[in-house]
């Protein structure tokens, strides 16, 4: 069975580092390259797409992600045929079309006398969702165009939109090997990618949308993994546990430590604000003077980087603080 890592070349990128250092013989900015700045310094809402990673291993944990999805069968599942199925039971049936119980045996039987391997993905499972106040009939349609474009007649999906959270949010179930028999590995190129052309379809649906790097918008607070983050507001994560614990100590001892990972990203923060300020000199020297005065007033709104741990103390304190007893 052949694997493939991407199915097409990233979109468009706002590559802030690798700009600042063409220096001043620097080519025009692009119509893309103007359009993507401009949106971005005036905050247009971001995509979000995540790969979620537990639980496509093996049928029976595919099924319940399912039977998840479709609220045990009162919400429609949409197939990449175009049908939409819902009630219960609707989910075996869709695994079968699929032939999934035909690849499990094929996979394990690929994996030879080594038993503790564990077998790679039946499916992937991918969450494409956006800020609240955007219109989930937008978002479902710009989901439904993005897969038909990236994935019809390759790889077999189903896809339902959920609106029971704040933010609308569709997930999409991609099966991991294609008719053709080729295995998709996603990397962290095709997912920039997908966050692209994801923002390029709302935006043919007249949703404003953008995709950048965190860094580049000069975001810095963590993005802690979504099992950590739901053990945590359970008050059940070991690792924060851990984390808190330890910056509690550190600020009983006096204060927090900077270390490397602090070096690192007052780096990266460097490299970003020169490459923002690289592009207002060539938008001015273009003759847009109110862009470079936008590039210019975002950095200069930039908070300061931050790591997790300093972002941990910061909260630790201001929780404190709210819970300290007024004096009158």
Known sequence: MKTIRHSSEPGMLLDIASYARRGPGRDRLTKEEIE????????????????????GQD????????????????LNIETDDGQRIAGKGVEKSLLEEWNLDLEDIRRRADLGPRKDRRPPKLVHKILFSMPPGTPPDKVLEAVKNFAREEFALKHRYALVLHTDEPHPHVHVVLKAVSEQGIRLNISKTMLRHWRSQFAENLRQVGVAANATERAVRGVDNPAWRDAVYRAARRADSTLMRDRVLSVALELRAGGMRSGVGKQ??????????????????????????????QIRRFVGRMPAPRTDREWLAENMTASSRERAPSVR
Do not use: C
């Open 36 to 55: 993507l700045i401009s949106r971005t310094v005036n905050r247009t809402p971001e995509v979000m797409v995540k790969v979620l990673s537990r639980g």
């Open 59 to 74: 049928l029976r944990s595919i099924r319940r992600h399912l039977e998840y999805l479709d609220r045990n069968g009162t």
């Open 264 to 293: 690192r990203l007052q780096r990266t923060r460097g490299d970003v604000e020169r490459g923002w300020l690289a592009f207002a000199d060539a938008a001015a020297l273009e003759g847009m003077g109110d862009l470079a005065d």
